[in-house]
């Protein structure tokens, strides 16, 4: 059983930057893959930006040239760097981890405000 622990969230001003912390209580070096995932009120979970593997990496439209995901196998996190924040960005992030099964952090919230 792998846990996801998320933090870094908080609250920040537009144009502001964040850097969101994944910490997996096992090694993550054999997920296939890794990814970030936002849920604002009355909206579905959506997903941000994920990395593969290979070190592949894929984000929604929203965020490309602002937010970057990377991991760091040797520390077992996954982190998202989020900058120029905007206040449509705001929403509840998650971590998500598949090896196999499916894994999902608790979430961490990240507001940002105009």
């Known amino acids: 059983q792998v846990q996801l622990v998320e933090s870094g969230g908080g609250l920040v001003q537009a144009g502001g930057s964040l850097r969101l912390s994944c910490a997996a209580s096992g090694s993550i070096f054999s997920f296939n893959f890794l990814g970030w995932y936002r849920q604002a009120p009355g909206k579905q979970r959506e997903s941000v930006a994920v990395?593969?593997?290979?070190?592949?990496?894929n984000y929604a439209d929203s965020v490309k040239g602002r937010f970057t995901i990377s991991r760091d196998n040797a520390k077992n996190t996954v982190y998202l760097q989020m900058n120029s924040l905007k206040p449509e960005d705001t929403a509840v992030y998650y971590c998500r981890a598949v090896a196999g099964n499916d894994y999902w952090g608790q979430g961490t919230q990240v507001t940002v405000s105009s």
């Open positions: 990395i593969t593997r290979g070190g592949s990496t």
